[in-house]
Nanobody, 115 residues
Framework: QVRLVESGGGLVQPGGSLRLSCASS????????MGWYRQAPGNGPEPVAS???????NYTESVKGRFTISRDNAKNTAFLQMNSLKPEDTAAYYC?????????WGLGTQVTVSS
């Protein structure tokens, strides 16, 4: 069973930065896609960013230019660098990996942007 573990969340002031990590128990080269979703209280899950095995990236409009997704295959880890954070970025962030149409999920890490 593939396990994904997120880390790096926390409390940050508006305009600040955080770097989320998603460590996989398996070789991430097996993942067709890795990515991040987020869910704020009272809202449904929202896709944030994704990256393919060929490093093609995709971002939701609200984070373009502020967030960067990357993957380090040697470390079996994906990252989400979040800059210029806004209060509306406050949410639980979940990492996923997709293998042949099946999704594996981490348990999430909380990001709170507040002064």
């Amino acid at each position: 069973q593939v396990r994904l573990v997120e880390s790096g969340g926390g409390l940050v002031q508006p305009g600040g930065s955080l770097r989320l990590s998603c460590a996989s128990s398996d070789d991430i080269l097996s993942f067709n896609v890795m990515g991040w979703y987020r869910q704020a209280p009272g809202n449904g899950p929202e896709p944030v960013a994704s990256i393919t095995g060929g490093s093609i990236t995709n971002y939701t409009e609200s984070v373009k230019g502020r967030f960067t997704i990357s993957r380090d295959n040697a470390k079996n880890t994906a990252f989400l660098q979040m800059n210029s954070l806004k209060p509306e970025d406050t949410a639980a962030y979940y990492c996923y990996g997709q293998i042949s149409g099946q999704h594996y999920w981490g348990l999430g890490t909380q990001v709170t942007v507040s002064s």
